[in-house]
């Protein structure tokens, strides 16, 4: 079993920043990948981003790809997502997940056995 436990959502005006963290508690073997997902009101759940934890290698959405920065702390079993120039429309619920696999690809919401409970981005104009 794995656990994970979000933080550091908030409300910034447009062009802001903030950073997400999660940290996992639970088998090291069952998040070879940890992601960020978000989902907005009327909307599909996305992939953010995605750390392959045992290389670093990362991976981006392309609608977030130069303001967002996955990051990883071994020593604290935890997972970043660093949000800088923040735009209304990345307004949502943000959720930490957990893989062993992603064979079907990082951003695929279904590779994911673990999920956090969500925390709350909004951004406004």
């Known amino acids: 079993q794995v656990q994970l436990v979000e933080s550091g959502g908030g409300s910034v005006q447009a062009g802001g920043s903030l950073r997400l963290s999660c940290t996992a508690s639970?088998?090291?073997?069952?998040?070879?990948?940890m992601a960020w997902f978000r989902q907005a009101p009327g909307k599909e759940r996305e992939g953010v981003a995605a750390?392959?934890?045992?290389?670093?290698?990362?991976y981006y959405a392309d609608s977030v790809k130069g303001r967002f920065t996955i990051s990883q702390d071994n020593a604290k079993n935890t997972v970043y997502l660093q949000m800088n120039n923040l735009k209304p429309e990345d307004t949502a619920m943000y959720y930490c997940?957990?893989?062993?696999?992603?064979?079907?690809?990082?951003?695929?919401?279904?590779?994911?056995?673990?999920w956090g409970q969500g925390t709350q981005v909004t951004v406004s104009s």
């Open positions: 997940a957990a893989a062993r696999f992603a064979s079907g690809g990082w951003s695929n919401e279904y590779e994911y056995n673990y």
């Open positions: 639970g088998y090291t073997y069952s998040r070879n990948w």
């Open positions: 750390i392959y934890t045992s290389g670093g290698a990362q």
